[in-house]
C-alpha cells in the first residue's frame, strides 16, 4: 500500500522541481512509511511512499519496463497478478521483481489501455508513456483507493490526498462555495467535486490521459443491470453456492501478503462471513480484532466475541471509552482533507490504531450494505410507498405531528431518531429522501443555515445533482435497484470507503475489502433485487447462502452499525468545544453559516427539544476542517 503524488508542467521546456516533488510525498509519508521513491523525466515527475506489503526486498517504486520507456507509480494491490505474471512472461516479458505492480507497466505495453479492465485490484496509479509523451491516471472500479487531480494553468497535479496537491504552488487553496452547501446535505463532497474549488476527484471506474496539452477522462467499468422483475429466475441453490464460492476466493487472494494480517471483527453478517471464509482456506490463522463501547446501545461485543470463539480466532479487542474517541479528535481533523461528517471515523481511527499494533494487513467488511440492501433505508423507502398513499392531510395533520412530540432518545437508532427521519424524506423522489435520510440537512434547511452571501451564491445549484444523474443513469428498471447504484455511487465510494481509506492510512495500516472484489459485486449486482430485499429482510440472498458457514443466529441479528453516543457528547464533553466552534463571532467571522440558525440547533439540543446529533456533529466537522485547512495553504507548503 502507498500514496503517490507527481505533477506534470504544462511547459514541456520547465524541468521538473524535484524538491517540490519530494515536498508532496512528505505531505502523505503516512501512507508509506517503509520507503520513497521518484522518477523525473525532463517537465513529469512522479513520486510515491510505500507501505512494503508485497515483494518487500525488491518492489521499490517508480518501476518501469525493461527499457525505460514506461513508468508507474501504484498504490493498492493486484489481487490476480500471479496468473497476470505468468502470461505475460510467456509472451517474452522479463521481470526484474516480484512486485503485483511490476505486472502492470507489461500489461500496458501488451493491451494499452485496456489493461485496467484485466486486473482484479483496489488501485490508484499514474503511468508515464515516455514514447507516447502521455500520462495516464486512474482509479479502481469501486473506488477503494483515491486519486485526486488538479488541472492548473501550470500543471496537472494528482495524488492520493488533497494535502499532497496543496505542497505544489499551482493547486489554489480557495473554497469551492457549492461544496459547502453540498457537504451540509450529504455529510461529505460527492465526487468528482472537493472543498477545493481547483481540485477533483477521479470517479471510480475511470481514466484519465493527460496528452498534447488536453485532460480526457473515461470510463472503462460499470454496474451490471440486475435480472428484470418477471425475468426467468436463476437456480436459487446453484446461486448461493457461487456467492460462497466467489466471496471465498475473494477472502483467499486477500490473504496475500508477506506481513502478518486480520480481520476487523463487528459479529454483523458481513464481517462474520470474510471470518468464516478465512477460517476454511487458512485454518489456524484467524486473528480478529474488534472495539467494545461502554455505551450498551452502541455496543456489539458479545456478538463479536461469540463469533471469535466459535472459529477460533486469535482476537484482541480494546474497550473505548469517550475520553479515547473525544481525544483523537484533533488528529483526525488535521488527517482529513475533506470535512466528513460520519462520526464512526472515530472509533475506525482507533481500531485500525491498536490492529496497527499486531499486524499490518486487515480485511474489512465494506461495501455489503450497499451491495444487498442492508441499511434500514431500503425498508423505508418500501415503506415510504405506502405512507404517501395516505390523504396528506391526514399525514401532516395527524401523523407527523405526534411523530414531533415524540419524546427525544440518545440511543442509538431509537424510535424517535428513526420515525422524524421518516417523516423528514416524505413527499420528496426516492433519491432525494435517500440522500435526507442519510445526510444532516435538507435542500431547504442547508439553504437556511447558509449565510446571506453564500445562499445567494449557490441559489442556483443543485445541491442533489450528483444522486439525480446516478439515479438516471442506474442500469436497474425498478426504484430499488436504481437506489442501490446511487448509494454505490456515492454513499459508499465518497464516504464509507474515504472513511476507512483516511482513517487506517494515517495509522499505516493496508484494509482490504473482499465483499467488493469486483467479481463479487458483479454477481450481486445481476441478481433480482427481490433476492436482495425480501420482503422486509435484508441481504436476504446473502444470509440464506452464508448460512451454513455461520454461527447460529448472525443471520437474524438486527443491523446496529458503527455509531458512538454523539447525542450525549453534545451536551457532556463537547459542550464546550461546541459553544467554542459554533460561537456567534467565530461564524459571524467565517460567513460561511447564518448563526442565529446554528444557535438554534444547539439550544434545541441541549435542551432535549430536539435530537440534533448529526447537523450538529456535521457543522462541528466543518469547523475542525476549517481550523486545520480552511485558511489557506498548510504549513511547510511552498509558496
Known amino acids: 500500500m502507498c500514496g503517490i503524488a507527481g505533477f506534470i508542467n504544462r511547459d514541456t521546456a520547465r524541468p521538473a522541481d524535484a524538491a517540490l516533488l519530494r515536498s508532496m510525498t512528505d505531505a502523505i509519508a503516512h501512507r508509506g512509511p517503509d520507503d520513497e521513491g521518484f522518477h523525473l523525466d525532463g517537465h513529469v515527475a512522479l513520486g510515491m511512499r510505500r507501505l512494503s506489503i508485497i515483494d518487500l526486498q525488491t518492489g521499490h517504486q517508480p518501476l518501469s519496463n525493461e527499457d525505460d520507456t514506461i513508468w508507474i507509480v501504484f498504490n493498492g494491490e493486484v489481487y490476480n ?98 461544496s459547502v452547501a453540498r457537504y451540509l446535505v450529504h455529510e461529505y463532497v460527492p465526487c468528482p467535486g472537493t472543498i477545493f474549488a481547483d481540485i477533483s476527484k477521479l470517479r471510480p471506474g475511470h481514466f484519465a490521459v493527460y496528452e498534447n496539452g488536453e485532460l480526457i477522462q473515461r470510463p472503462y467499468w460499470d454496474l451490471p443491470a440486475p435480472a428484470e422483475p418477471g425475468a426467468s429466475a436463476p437456480d436459487r441453490r446453484l446461486v448461493e453456492e457461487e456467492i460462497r464460492s466467489t466471496l471465498q476466493d475473494a477472502v483467499r487472494r486477500r490473504l496475500m501478503s508477506d506481513v502478518p494480517l486480520g480481520v476487523f471483527l463487528s459479529g454483523g453478517v458481513d464481517s462474520t462471513s470474510i471470518v468464516a471464509c478465512m477460517a476454511r482456506v487458512a485454518p489456524g490463522r484467524v486473528r480478529t480484532f474488534s472495539v467494545a463501547f461502554q455505551e450498551r446501545s452502541f455496543d456489539e461485543s458479545t456478538h463479536f466475541r461469540s463469533v471469535a470463539r466459535h472459529y477460533s480466532a486469535e482476537h484482541v479487542e480494546r474497550t473505548l471509552t469517550p475520553s479515547d474517541l473525544l481525544a483523537i479528535l484533533p488528529t483526525l481533523a488535521s488527517v482529513i482533507d475533506e470535512p466528513l461528517g460520519d462520526a464512526s471515523i472515530l472509533p475506525t481511527f482507533l481500531l485500525s490504531r491498536f490492529t496497527r499494533e499486531h499486524v499490518t494487513v486487515a480485511l474489512g467488511g465494506e461495501g455489503g450494505d450497499e451491495l444487498l440492501a442492508g441499511y434500514p433505508t ?81 441559489a442556483g445549484e443543485d445541491l442533489f445533482e450528483e444522486a439525480r444523474r446516478h439515479m438516471r443513469q442506474a442500469p436497474a428498471s425498478d426504484t430499488l435497484g436504481k437506489l442501490l447504484y446511487v448509494d454505490l455511487k456515492m454513499y459508499l465510494q465518497d464516504s464509507i470507503l474515504v472513511k476507512v481509506d483516511r482513517a487506517s492510512m494515517a495509522c499505516s495500516l493496508e484494509v482490504r475489502a473482499p465483499l467488493l472484489d469486483y467479481r463479487f459485486v458483479e454477481l450481486i449486482s445481476r441478481l433480482p433485487t427481490s433476492w436482495k430485499l425480501h420482503g422486509w429482510t435484508t441481504k436476504h440472498v446473502f444470509k440464506q447462502a452464508m448460512m451454513p458457514w455461520l454461527p447460529p443466529g448472525i443471520t437474524s441479528r438486527p443491523k446496529k452499525g458503527f455509531g458512538v453516543p454523539v447525542a450525549d457528547w453534545l451536551r457532556g464533553p463537547l459542550r464546550e468545544m461546541m459553544g467554542d466552534l459554533l460561537s456567534h463571532d467565530r461564524l459571524v467571522r467565517q460567513g460561511l453559516l447564518e448563526p442565529p440558525v446554528v444557535a438554534s440547533l444547539v439550544a434545541d439540543h441541549l435542551a432535549l427539544r430536539r435530537d440534533n446529533r448529526k447537523q450538529l456533529w456535521t457543522l462541528l466537522m466543518l469547523q475542525l476542517w476549517m481550523d486545520n485547512w480552511g485558511k489557506g495553504r498548510p504549513e511547510g507548503a511552498p509558496r
Open 81 to 178: 497478478y500471479l496468473e497476470l505474471r505468468e502470461g505475460l512472461v510467456s509472451r517474452g516479458h522479463r521481470f526484474r521483481t516480484m512486485s503485483d505492480t511490476e505486472v502492470l507497466v507489461h500489461l500496458y505495453e501488451e493491451e494499452g489501455d485496456a489493461f485496467l479492465s484485466r486486473i482484479n485490484a483496489m488501485a490508484a496509479l499514474a503511468l508515464w508513456d515516455s514514447r507516447r509523451r502521455r500520462l495516464l491516471l486512474a482509479r479502481d472500479r469501486i473506488g477503494k483507493k483515491p486519486l485526486h487531480f488538479a488541472m492548473t494553468a501550470d500543471a496537472l497535479v494528482f495524488g492520493s490526498e488533497i494535502k499532497a496537491l496543496l505542497r505544489h504552488p499551482s493547486v489554489g487553496t480557495g473554497i469551492d462555495q457549492a
Open 378 to 458: 431500503y425498508q423505508a423507502h418500501r415503506l415510504a410507498e405506502a405512507y404517501e398513499r395516505i390523504p396528506s392531510p391526514l399525514r401532516a395533520g395527524l401523523i407527523e405531528t405526534l411523530v414531533r412530540r415524540l419524546p427525544v432518545s440518545t440511543a442509538n437508532l431509537s424510535f424517535d431518531f428513526k420515525a422524524k427521519k421518516f417523516i423528514s424524506g416524505a413527499g420528496l423522489a426516492p433519491e432525494l429522501r435517500n440522500q435526507v435520510w442519510l445526510g444532516s440537512f435538507s435542500d431547504l434547511e442547508t439553504r437556511a443555515m447558509l449565510a446571506p452571501g453564500l445562499r445567494q451564491a449557490v
